[in-house]
């Protein structure tokens, strides 16, 4: 998004010539702040490929990060459908929030993989939960990483059968299988998911 696409944004919808700016991490897609943007911000922004906003306290122009290096590096800009609101994309370098925090709701900005995330807490809690340790997860965890490898391995194998045949319900199951012991396998290493992201990540 650049010059050729200014004109289409609607700077002049309210009074002050603003339009709200919603700034998002690119890798984790955390909402970080919400800033706002006239022209001459929206150029700025652009044209450095560092975030400027035009504050309305200090009544001037403000690049992020401009006192104290936190910058907002630029990776790519939407707008909405009613080309009033901006969805910007950003690579954030340190905290955003002036408290200090990752994000301006005070939420630390790591990557949140939805039901797969609840499902790593659910096994790294029945992991240290001292007094639940007849869980099937802390059985399989104790009785040592050659036991869970094996486990998994298992059903890998039972996975491969089931794709080879026609019953996806089987398939299905059997994937979910592999992959929640896959999940164990990994943290009975010390490792989550986000440690394979970044390494398939440094692979692309």
Not at 17 to 33: F, S
Not at 124 to 140: C, F, G, P, W
């Amino acid at each position: 998004m650049g010059k050729r696409n200014m004109e289409k944004i609607d700077f002049d919808k309210n009074s002050d010539g603003l339009v709200p700016a919603i700034i998002q991490d690119y890798n984790t897609k955390n909402v970080l702040m919400l800033g706002y943007m006239n022209q001459e911000a929206y150029q700025n922004t652009i044209e450095t490929k560092k975030v400027t906003f035009y504050s309305r306290s200090k009544e001037r122009l403000w690049t992020k990060g401009e006192e104290s290096g936190n910058f907002l590096n630029l990776v790519d800009i939407k707008l909405d459908c009613d080309n009033d609101t901006l969805l910007v994309y950003v690579h954030p370098v340190g905290p955003v929030c002036h408290k200090g925090t990752d994000s301006c709701w005070g939420e630390a900005n790591e990557l949140k993989l939805g039901f797969l995330s609840d499902l790593e807490d659910i096994i790294s809690n029945r992991l240290n939960d001292k007094e639940n340790q007849q869980s099937y997860v802390a059985s399989l965890f104790r009785s040592g990483i050659n036991k869970v490898a094996q486990k998994v391995g298992e059903e890998a194998v039972e996975t491969v059968i089931e794709a080879l045949d026609s019953n996806d319900d089987l398939f299905l199951n059997e994937s979910a299988d592999l992959l929640f012991h896959y999940l164990i396998l990994l943290q009975a290493k010390g490792y989550t998911l986000k440690d394979i992201i970044e390494v398939l990540k440094g692979r692309h």
